[in-house]
């Protein structure tokens, strides 16, 4: 069983970037997909992207295409989000997961919480 | 995008008794080539990331207790508690992994 480990919580100003890793142990990332969802306080789950990293297809949601970016680095089996210019209500829990090559999320980080703030 | 839906907003219901939850997509999630419906059921609880109950609409994931059931076709989905306990208190999401961008449904909070 693969496990997900994720960097720590950040508070980023507003119109800086974040980057959120995801590290992962006991299997590979390579034939998976790897997708970001977030929760914001209050609110709902959102996907914002993913990758397949053996196949380099990605997806985006098209409220974050141009602000986010999603990579997955095979030689510490470790993937990425990169948000940039960030806003207030980008305040929200971030998790990855690790999901089938139909893009089945399976296996979830513990989250990493993101703060922006001035 | 297909745009996900789901009744109620939230239900408060008694230990032991049942727990039903529709979810709707904007569009067909059934895969006709393979007959797979790309629709799954999140378990969310406060403080835990989300745990997956049920895929390709009806199918139980490993270790989720039996209560838990799906079923549907096309756009119009349901997750049955069968006899609600006090651990399933959480919010439900349904989830269409059919076409990306991929979508949640908002959510149906079940409380006792």
């Known amino acids: 069983q693969v496990q997900l480990v994720q960097s720590g919580a950040e508070v980023k100003n507003p119109g800086s970037s974040v980057t959120v890793s995801c590290k992962a142990s006991?299997?590979?990332?390579?034939?998976?997909?790897i997708v970001w969802v977030r929760q914001a306080p209050g609110q709902g789950l959102e996907w914002m992207g993913g990758?397949?990293?053996?196949?380099?297809?990605?997806h985006y949601a098209k409220k974050f295409q141009g602000r986010v970016t999603v990579t997955a680095d095979e030689s510490t089996n470790t993937a990425y989000m990169e948000v940039n210019r960030l806003r207030f209500d980008d305040t929200a829990m971030y998790y990855c997961?690790?999901?089938?090559?139909?893009?089945?999320?399976?296996?979830w980080g513990q989250g990493t919480l993101v703060t922006v703030s001035s | 995008d297909i745009v996900m839906t789901q009744s109620p907003d939230s239900l408060a219901v008694s230990l032991g008794d049942r727990a039903t939850i529709s979810c709707k997509s904007s569009?067909?999630?059934?895969?006709?080539?393979?007959?797979?419906?790309?629709l799954a059921w999140y378990q969310k609880k406060t403080g835990q990331p989300p745990k997956l109950l049920i895929y390709w609409a009806s199918t139980r994931e490993s270790g989720v207790p039996d209560r838990f059931s799906g079923s549907g076709s096309g756009t119009d989905f349901t997750l049955t508690i069968s006899s609600l306990q006090a651990e399933d208190v959480a919010v439900y999401y349904c989830?269409?992994?059919?076409?990306?961008?991929?979508?949640f449904g908002p959510g149906t909070r079940v409380d006792i």
């Open positions: 989830h269409q992994y059919y076409n990306g961008p991929f979508t």
């Open positions: 990758i397949i990293p053996i196949f380099g297809t990605s």
């Open positions: 997961a690790r999901g089938t090559l139909n893009w089945l999320p399976d296996n």
């Open positions: 569009q067909s999630l059934l895969q006709s080539s393979n007959n797979k419906i790309f």
């Open positions: 006991g299997d590979s990332l390579r034939m998976y997909s």
